[in-house]
């Protein structure tokens, strides 16, 4: 039987290495080796956060005739200090879940998981509703230190930003 075929296939996988401790066949490798795309994980390329949230907004609201208007400033300040271990599919998990809670109006930071907002963030939101951007930003930095043992050098890092901006947001939020 005569049969046309191409075969895509995906790892996270090291292959060369993986080859080289003969823990992958070698010919096999060969074989599905034509061209190689490496795509960084979710973290290392927080730009396309946005994009790809509007992406999956616009897909949910083609799937679900719905017309949720996008995400707010805030809510994506949130994403993107977020790390993302489970890369592009965690945050399309994370938008339809957040399309979901959101009504009609744009996503807000209270439809996001307390994972993503922090403990501190998801109980100024109950108590006061929708928040501003700038206390956003401030419980994005305490919670950044908090996770880092006061280490300004790591929080800054964690958060993508330099950490002399670090210490000019400390001072605008009377942080210390």
């Known amino acids: 039987v005569k049969a046309d075929v191409r075969i895509i ?5 090291d292959l060369v290495r993986m080859v080289g401790e003969k823990s992958f066949r070698q010919d096999l490798y060969y074989r599905v080796n034509v061209l190689s795309v490496t ?3 979710l973290r290392d390329r ?3 956060i946005p994009l790809l949230s509007d992406a999956f907004i616009e897909r949910f609201n083609r799937i679900q005739a719905r017309d949720v208007p996008g995400i707010s400033e805030g809510a994506l300040a949130f994403l993107m200090a977020y790390n993302f271990p489970g890369n592009i599919r965690e945050l399309e998990n994370i938008i339809e879940r957040a399309f979901i809670l959101c009504g009609d109006g744009p996503i807000t930071p209270r ?11 998801a109980l100024l939101q109950t108590q006061k509703g929708a928040t501003t951007l700038r206390e956003m930003e401030k419980l994005l930095i305490q919670d950044a230190l908090r996770r880092n043992d006061g280490n300004r050098a790591a929080a800054a890092r964690e ?7 670090l ?4 001072k605008a939020h009377d942080l210390g």
């Open 9 to 13: 296939t995906a790892t996270n996988h």
């Open 39 to 41: 795509l960084p994980p």
């Open 46 to 48: 927080k730009e396309d």
């Open 111 to 121: 439809h996001l998981p307390v994972e993503i907002v922090g403990e501190e963030a």
């Open 159 to 165: 958060l993508g930003i330099h950490k002399s901006t």
């Open 167 to 170: 210490f000019r947001k400390l």
